[in-house]
DNA sequence: TTGTTTACTTGAGTGCATCAAGGATCATTG
DNA sequence: CAATGATCCTTGATGCACTCAAGTAAACAA
């Protein structure tokens, strides 16, 4: 399990409840795509493959080295979640894609990953609206 | 960059609120880290010696294998910021401490981690304890 | 055509994480 | 007290994420 993001002298309450929340959240992200034998990088991959997109796109959206997404997808393909074809408007460039057993794969996963959906669940529709304007707010 | 725990396709604002709060945090965290040459685990493990104690506390602190703290105390002692000594009162155990650099550069990385004092900060105290009690209540 | 940029891959290196196995020490029990 | 078992930690092996440097191939521009 990955190590926690802590901070190590919370200053304020509301620090620590943001913290307990990362920390939360992202054992949670981690624990549904090994669920399914995705480690979370995989998962997140997979879960942005709803439309075919090139390996560059890819890279730029998740903010890492393009070596890096080359990597992740060639697992992803060896398990059969996802195709990389030929762009045949630009042969340098590759197609990925999820294969249907990625789809099902993927959907399996949005189905585990249930910590947003339940936390949320455990507010009334005007505390989701009082949350989601005062995490905007504390995000500047 | 470690890439995100994005939900793929948020159903309402408030996951998608808190799915930006989480990949905004880790990414703060993370980039605080690498100005001091860190990892997030070894940040992680540094921040927690405020009191001297042996591995397998650590361990069961942060959730993971013992011998994943032992590699990375390791590297925190290669880099002098910890010392690993013998327990006088049980010599199989290993009591960790942070060295003078070590607090040093605790104390720098602490500084450099602005993003939840940062975010927390554009809140009124009021906002404040809403938000608290908002993401408390959602964390059941 | 020649040179440059773009898209991706390859290779090397580091670190995190887990598992299996082992050594040393403590603790218990017969 | 000696044997047994549990505890604390390390070692070794493996896999994946991540980055950087270097390379290939194709597009593009002059």
């Given at each position: 399990?990955?190590?926690?993001?802590?901070?190590?002298?919370?200053?304020?309450?509301?620090?620590?409840?943001?913290?307990?929340?990362?920390?939360?959240?992202?054992?949670?992200?981690?624990?549904?795509?090994?669920?399914?034998?995705?480690?979370?990088?995989?998962?997140?991959?997979?879960?942005?493959?709803?439309?075919?997109?090139?390996?560059?796109?890819?890279?730029?959206?998740?903010?890492?080295?393009?070596?890096?997404?080359?990597?992740?997808?060639?697992?992803?393909?060896?398990?059969?979640?996802?195709?990389?074809?030929?762009?045949?408007?630009?042969?340098?460039?590759?197609?990925?894609?999820?294969?249907?057993?990625?789809?099902?794969?993927?959907?399996?996963?949005?189905?585990?990953?249930?910590?947003?959906r339940t936390a949320v669940g455990r507010?009334?529709?005007?505390?989701?609206?009082?949350?989601?304007?005062?995490?905007?707010?504390?995000?500047?």
């Amino acid at each position: 399990m990955a190590l926690p993001n802590g901070p190590v002298t919370p200053s304020s309450e509301a620090e620590a409840a943001l913290f307990d929340l990362v920390d939360v959240y992202d054992r949670a992200y981690e624990a549904a795509a090994a669920e399914l034998s995705l480690s979370p990088a995989q998962a997140c991959v997979l879960g942005r493959l709803d439309e075919r997109r090139g390996m560059g796109a890819l890279a730029e959206e998740l903010g890492c080295d393009a070596s890096n997404i080359t990597q992740i997808v060639a697992r992803l393909e060896a398990l059969g979640l996802v195709t990389r074809e030929p762009n045949p408007r630009d042969r340098r460039a590759r197609l990925v894609a999820r294969t249907p057993r990625g789809n099902e794969i993927n959907h399996r996963f949005a189905t585990a990953f249930t910590f947003a959906r339940t936390a949320v669940g455990r507010l009334s529709p005007d505390e989701q609206d009082q949350l989601t304007a005062l995490l905007r707010k504390a995000l500047g």
